[in-house]
């Protein structure tokens, strides 16, 4: 008899289930999808390309969007100050959004995984050290680690180095070094659990080293949870992003973001302009309330008490 491949298995499984049963769910990553894949392919799907400076006019500055009186429908949801088609800039600003969110979730869920991993299991002055570092990390907001850890490594790079790329790669490593303790706090409390189990004991007895112990073993064990947190702190590392975009201090007007184009808007919202600061919110509000509802279908489907 075949064996089922590994996409008939999830088809089959519990977690499938749940999420075809689940109206919520399938809404929210619909939604998230076709957000994601208008980032992604933006250069294809875009009408405009709002870095093609040649294309831009100052003429078209400033338009409603199409179903005002003065709108024009080569440009759906309006134009900027710099006559960039509004639409056109969502889609490659949900990018580097998308890019930031992501990378610093990842980079957070490795440093934190890892210290977690490595307090949880050796104990001892080690676990101390590192879990005095997670609680006075805690006891500041992370926005405000991601705009001290920003500013010290923008004043310590020289003012050459100062491109876009590497503003986005600082508030990548501002925002995931401000937002590891929590998966190093979930990781500490599995391993505890995990490493008084008997088939840790067994590695042991049998001489295996204790990083393979923690790689091999410990470390598929407690993947549920962080998974979960991953899931839902992409939403809040795009927040981040967004937040500190709009204070000036994250990713550089040259490459905007949804943050920037929130930020450049508001400046015109009082003439009118509404478009500038709804639009590029509306956005924002729909991935990350995307990402979370996502977030929050696949903890309760992970939970074993609530099935």
Known sequence: MAQPTALRRFLGGDLFFSFRNNPVAIGAFVVALVMILGA???????????????????????????????????YLLGTDDQGRDVLSTILYGSRISLLVGVASVVLAMVLGIALGLLSGYLGGRLDAFIMRVADVQLSFPAILIALL???VARALLPRDAHTDWMAIAVLVGA????????????????????????????????????????????????????????????????????TLSFLGV????????????????????YSGEWWLVVLPGLALVLLCMSVNLLGDWLRDALNPKLQ
């Open 40 to 74: 992604v392919f933006a250069p294809w799907v875009a009408p405009h390309n709002p870095y093609d400076l040649a294309s831009l006019t100052l003429n078209d500055s400033l338009l409603p969007p199409v179903w005002q009186a003065d709108g024009r429908t080569q």
């Open 149 to 151: 850890i920003d500013g």
């Open 175 to 242: 925002i995931g070094l401000a937002n590891w303790v929590q998966y190093a706090r979930t990781v500490r409390g599995s391993t505890l659990v995990e490493k008084s189990k008997e088939y840790v004991q067994a590695a042991r007895v049998i001489g295996v080293p204790p990083w393979k112990i923690m790689v091999r073993h410990v470390l598929p064990n407690v993947l549920g949870p962080v998974l979960v947190i991953a899931t839902i702190n992409v939403a809040t590392a795009i927040i981040t992003e967004a």
């Open 250 to 269: 994250g990713v550089p007007p040259t490459s905007p973001s949804l943050g920037t184009m929130i930020n450049t808007g508001n400046n015109f919202l």
